[in-house]
């Protein structure tokens, strides 16, 4: 398939709780080999689209496909299996599990039958738990974090606990990474190695969507971006056009963010 078809799109999506409008129907797609930034206050519905677009959210009106299949009604398990992956505000690792077995549960939907096969005491129970064990590792990697695979989460700074994190997300192979605020919590230099991480998983193949307040790491990562304020957008383009942009100056010279 072309890589210029294989997008996220969402058309018309609006979405309401008690009557109030939080997403007034948007248009958007985001595109693979691109890292697409997503910005705005406090408020603005960031969060809501990415739960909308993960199938947490059901927005009342709109379409939502990925490479031009629907993915109406699909729940959130249904969306990851096809690839669709976010992060969490909050790092949610397990406390009890070493950082490369928090990374293979990651990965668990590439397998037939899953995370809790890999720990019985079959052959292919074995082969499977081997299978992910190298997945994990090649994801850490990935990341710099080989040195960190045998760590607890509670032995790890949170700059380290962020990439964990997503190495998790990106275990599978996914088609779409959606991140949620992947700066939160870092101090400056964990948020340039997150920066440096996030442009070297950019790749042809990969939808690649982050929301975050941190402006230097969306203007510095991101090909295009989409500004929202009261759940419509008031600018989509690339960082120079948005930095450029009155109404997104107006609204962030008026805010209390950055
Ligand atoms: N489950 C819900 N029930 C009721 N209102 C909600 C729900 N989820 C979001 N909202 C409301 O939708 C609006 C948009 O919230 P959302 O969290 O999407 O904004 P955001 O841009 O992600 O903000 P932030 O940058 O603070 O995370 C807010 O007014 C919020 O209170």
Redesign the pocket.
């Known amino acids: 398939m072309d890589v210029a078809t294989k997008s996220l799109t969402g058309q018309g999506i609006a979405l309401s709780?008690g009557g109030i409008e939080?997403l007034k129907g948007l248009d958007v797609e985001f595109r693979a080999g691109e890292i697409t930034g997503l910005i705005?206050p406090?408020?603005?519905?960031?969060?809501?689209l990415f739960n909308c677009l993960t199938g947490a959210y059901h927005p009342q009106k709109g379409a939502i496909s990925y490479a031009g299949h629907s993915l109406e009604g699909l729940p959130p398990a249904a969306r990851a299996q096809k690839g669709i992956v976010r992060s969490f505000q909050h790092v949610a690792l397990s406390p009890d599990l070493t950082v490369l077995e928090n990374v293979m549960i990651g990965v668990a939907r590439n397998y037939h039958s899953g995370w809790l096969h890999a720990f019985l005491p079959t052959v292919r129970g074995r082969h499977e738990k081997a299978e992910m064990r190298a997945d994990a590792e090649r994801a850490l990697a990935e990341l710099g974090l080989a040195k960190a695979a045998d760590k607890m989460p509670s032995e790890l700074p949170p700059g380290m606990l962020r990439l964990v994190e997503i190495a998790r997300a990106i275990v599978g192979r996914p088609a779409v990474l959606m991140l949620d605020e992947p700066a939160a919590g870092l101090n400056n230099s964990e948020t340039r190695d997150l920066m440096r991480s996030l442009s070297a998983l950019a790749s042809p193949d990969l939808v690649m969507v982050v929301?975050e307040?941190d402006m230097d790491l969306v203007m510095s990562i991101c090909d295009r971006i989409y500004v929202?304020n009261f759940g419509a957008f008031v600018a989509c383009g690339t960082p120079a056009e948005v930095r450029s942009n009155e109404e997104v100056v107006r609204i962030y010279l008026g805010s209390d963010d950055d």
């Open positions: 709780f939080v705005g406090n408020g603005a519905g960031k969060t809501s929301v307040h929202l």
